[in-house]
T-cell receptor
Framework: DARVTQTPRDKVTEMGQEVTMRCQPILGHNTVFWYRQTMMQGLELLAYFRNRAPLDDSGMPKDRFSAEMPDATLATLKIQPSEPRDSAVYFCASALFSTDTQYFGPGTRLTVL | QKEVEQDPGPLSVPEGAIVSLNCTYS??????FMWYRQYSRKGPELLMY????GNKEDGRFTAQVDKSSKYISLFIRDSQPSDSATYLCAMRALFYNQGGKLIFGQGTELSVKP
């Protein structure tokens, strides 16, 4: 049963600390998305990769957020320094191609104190 | 104003009821329409998708699109407690590089009481 995995599932940290979230896309999927979900804003796209290359990160605060794909099996999202307003659930999704069905991971619930 | 508007609810119905969930949108370029279901502490999963105006049925679920009114609906017949979840509408234009990224509604929280 192929699925997207994300670690950690929960993260509590203090303001100013670095946070790294990891995602393993479904094997063979060449498109990876990072989303953030909050009560106020709902689900928002942060960044999008195809074949490991970033194609759209317009939804991401550039000064503190960075997203990478070191290899085809790992995508990372880093926040440095973290702020309380970054508290949210961060989802990774993968797809065969950009307009195909997106399969979501279980999310990382981030709380910044 | 958001491109996609969805009443966040919560919506509570008795088991067996017909549920109607709705979204409105403002971008006439949207061509693909989807409904995702999200259980508590899980990621969204695709429930249904449709391209054209009209109805699409899958078991107890019917997706309806009215492009002229920029309005989409999801109907759940004979609702079950297992249908309790948050339902998110999502939509996009034809191609990603033509603004085709997926835009989600806020999600409607549904609770079906036994």
């Amino acid at each position: 049963d192929a699925r997207v995995t994300q670690t950690p599932r929960d993260k509590v940290t203090e303001m100013g600390q670095e946070v790294t979230m990891r995602c393993q896309p479904i094997l063979g999927h060449n498109t990876v998305f990072w989303y953030r979900q909050t009560m106020m804003q709902g689900l928002e796209l942060l960044a999008y990769f195809r074949n490991r290359a970033p194609l759209d990160d317009s939804g991401m605060p550039k000064d503190r957020f960075s997203a990478e794909m070191p290899d085809a099996t790992l995508a990372t999202l880093k926040i440095q320094p973290s702020e309380p307003r970054d508290s949210a659930v961060y989802f990774c999704a993968s797809a065969l191609f950009s307009t195909d069905t997106q399969y979501f991971g279980p999310g990382t619930r981030l709380t910044v104190l | 104003q958001k491109e996609v508007e969805q009443d966040p609810g919560p919506l509570s119905v008795p088991e067996g009821a017909i549920v109607s969930l709705n979204c409105t949108y403002s971008n006439s370029a949207f061509q693909y329409f989807m409904w995702y279901r999200q259980y508590s502490r899980k990621g969204p999963e695709l429930l249904m998708y449709t391209y054209s105006s009209g109805n699409k049925e899958d078991g107890r679920f019917t997706a309806q699109v009215d492009k002229s009114s920029k309005y989409i609906s999801l109907f759940i017949r004979d609702s079950q407690p297992s249908d309790s979840a948050t339902y998110l509408c999502a939509m996009r234009a034809l191609f990603y590089n033509q603004g085709g990224k997926l835009i989600f509604g806020q999600g409607t929280e549904l609770s079906v009481k036994p």
